[in-house]
C-alpha cells in the first residue's frame, strides 16, 4: 500500500510530464531550435535552398579538411580539385556507397619549394599570424597547352629566397603525365616577378601580401595571363610600383610557358584578384580598390587602368556610410584617394565597366557559358569576400555596359568560383577564425524543390 510520501512523488512526475508535453505543443519552434543547435555529422554535405531572380537554387556546402587560407580550385571534366594554400592537394567525389556524402581523396602530388618554412622561421616572431595566412598557393590551373603531351597543371605562390630574405610571386608548373590518379613529373619554376620584396616595403600592413593577385587563365596555346598585385606599394603605403614598367606589380602580365619569357600586358592595377576569359577572347579581371573602389575590368593589352592615380575610390577610413551621426565621424572632410589625379572620374586612364560604391570585395569570377542556366548565359558572375555574396550581371557585350545586377546572397566570404561542364557552379569559401572552422566547397544546382 502508497504510503503519503510515495503518493506525492507519483503526483509530481504525472505533473512534470503533463507541463513538457504542453511546453512542447506550445512552442514547437523553440523545439527546432534546439534540434538545428545539434552537431550534424560533419561528413555530409549540409544542404540550403536559396530563391533568385529566375531560379531557386541548392547550395551543397562541404567543408574541406584541412585549416588553410587561400588556395583554389580547378576541374577535369567534372572531377573537382582543391589545393589549400599549404599545398595540400584532394579530389573531391561522391561517396560510392552513400551518394549524399563527398570525400576528399588526398592526393600524393610533390609539392613545390616555396621555401614557406624558412619564412615563418624568420619572419614569424614580427608578424604573427599573418605570416602563415598570408604566404602560400594563390591560385591553381589546368589546361592543355601545345608543348605538352597531356594537360599541364600550374601553381601560383608566394616564394620566399632564402639568401636575400625577400618574397616575389611565382608560378611552378608540371606536366600531367596520368588524369586517372593526377600523376605528374617534377615540378619547374617558370616566372618569379622580378624585383624580390622585403616584408619592409609597406608599413602599414608590413607584409602586405593580402594585395598579392596571383590568379592564372589560359591565354593561348603557349601564354597564361597571370594577375599580380602591387603589395600596397601605391605611393601612400609604401612606393609606387603600379605605374612603373620596370617591374612586375600591380600588372598583369603575360607569360610564355615554355621559354619563360614574359611581357606587361595590362598596368595600373591595384589587386586584381579575379581573371577570366571568355569563348569571344573578352578578357575581364575583378580589382580590389580601395573604399568604395572595386572594379570589373575589360582587359586589352598596353591600356593603363590608372592605379594609383585613378580610382572611383576613397581612402579605406575616409567615411562609414553606416555612421548616423556625422558630427562623430573625424574623417567627413577626408573623402579622397590622396593622389588621384583625375577628382574620381577617371579620365584619361582606361575606365572600369563597373565599380562598387560600396564595399564589395570582389574576388574572382566567370562568364556564365551553359545552358543549364540557360536565363545565365553569357552573364558575368563576380564572387565576393567581404559582402558573402555573389553578384550576377547582365552585360552588353556591343557597348560594354552593364543592362541589369542580381546579389546572390551565400553567407560566406568566397574566394574561388569555376563553372562544371554539366552546369554546375563551384564555389571555395575562407576559413574562419577558429581552426574548427575550415573552408568549404559549395556546389550550386537547380532546386528540384
Not at 580598390?289 to 575589360?298: A, M
Not at 553567407?411 to 563551384?426: A, E, F, M, P, Q
Amino acid at each position: 500500500m502508497l504510503n503519503k510520501k510515495n503518493l506525492i512523488l507519483i503526483f509530481l512526475w504525472i505533473v512534470t510530464i503533463l507541463i513538457a508535453i504542453i511546453w512542447t505543443f506550445e512552442n514547437p519552434d523553440k523545439i527546432l531550435s534546439l534540434k538545428s543547435n545539434l552537431k550534424p555529422d560533419e561528413n555530409l554535405p549540409q544542404d540550403r535552398v536559396i530563391d533568385t531572380a529566375y531560379y531557386p537554387l541548392n547550395l551543397k556546402k562541404i567543408k574541406t579538411p584541412v585549416y588553410s587560407k587561400y588556395g583554389g580550385i580547378e576541374k577535369i571534366g567534372e572531377k573537382i580539385y582543391y589545393i589549400s594554400g599549404d599545398l595540400d592537394f584532394f579530389q573531391l567525389q561522391k561517396n560510392k556507397i552513400n551518394q549524399n556524402k563527398y570525400d576528399f581523396i588526398p592526393l600524393s602530388l610533390a609539392k613545390i619549394k616555396n621555401n614557406k618554412d624558412s619564412f615563418l622561421k624568420k619572419n614569424k616572431s614580427l608578424l604573427g599570424k599573418n605570416a602563415w595566412f598570408l604566404f602560400g598557393v594563390k591560385d591553381i590551373l589546368i589546361e592543355e597547352f601545345k608543348f605538352f603531351e597531356n594537360k599541364a597543371l600550374l601553381i601560383s605562390s608566394l616564394n620566399y629566397n632564402v639568401n636575400n630574405n625577400c618574397y616575389n610571386l611565382a608560378v611552378y608548373l608540371s606536366e600531367i603525365i596520368n588524369e586517372n590518379i593526377l600523376e605528374i613529373k617534377e615540378w619547374e619554376k617558370i616566372f618569379s616577378s622580378e624585383m624580390c620584396l622585403s616584408i619592409n616595403l609597406t608599413k602599414k600592413p608590413m607584409f602586405a601580401a593580402a594585395s598579392s593577385g596571383g590568379r592564372i587563365v589560359k591565354f593561348d596555346d603557349e601564354n597564361i595571363l597571370l594577375s599580380v598585385g602591387d603589395f600596397y606599394a601605391d605611393g601612400i603605403n609604401g612606393p609606387m610600383l603600379s605605374q612603373d614598367l620596370d617591374n612586375d606589380y600591380g600588372k598583369i602580365l603575360k607569360i610564355n610557358i615554355n621559354n619563360k619569357e614574359h611581357e606587361i600586358f595590362s598596368y595600373g592595377h591595384r589587386n586584381p584578384q579575379g581573371l577570366y576569359i571568355d569563348k569571344n577572347n573578352n578578357i575581364f579581371s575583378t580589382e580590389h580598390g580601395p573604399r568604395g573602389g572595386d572594379e570589373i575590368n575589360l582587359i586589352k593589352r598596353g591600356e593603363n587602368y590608372g592605379w594609383p592615380y585613378a580610382t572611383y575610390g576613397t581612402n579605406y577610413n575616409s567615411y562609414n556610410a553606416y555612421t548616423e551621426d556625422l558630427s562623430k565621424d573625424k574623417n567627413k572632410n577626408k573623402r579622397v584617394w590622396p593622389i588621384d589625379k583625375t577628382n574620381n572620374t577617371h579620365n584619361d586612364y582606361t575606365k572600369p565597366i563597373f565599380s562598387w560604391g560600396n564595399t564589395f570585395g570582389a574576388s574572382n569570377l566567370i562568364v556564365y557559358e551553359n545552358e543549364y542556366f540557360k536565363k545565365w548565359n553569357k552573364n558575368i558572375i563576380v564572387s565576393s569576400l567581404s559582402t558573402k555574396q555573389l553578384a550576377r550581371f547582365v552585360y552588353n557585350y556591343q557597348d560594354n555596359s552593364i543592362l541589369y545586377l542580381e546579389y546572390i546572397p551565400i553567407n560566406k566570404r568566397i574566394r574561388d568560383i569555376l563553372s562544371l561542364d554539366n552546369g554546375n557552379i563551384v564555389l571555395l569559401t575562407d576559413i574562419g577564425n577558429n581552426m574548427e572552422d575550415h573552408a568549404e566547397i559549395i556546389l550550386i544546382s537547380k532546386s528540384e524543390n
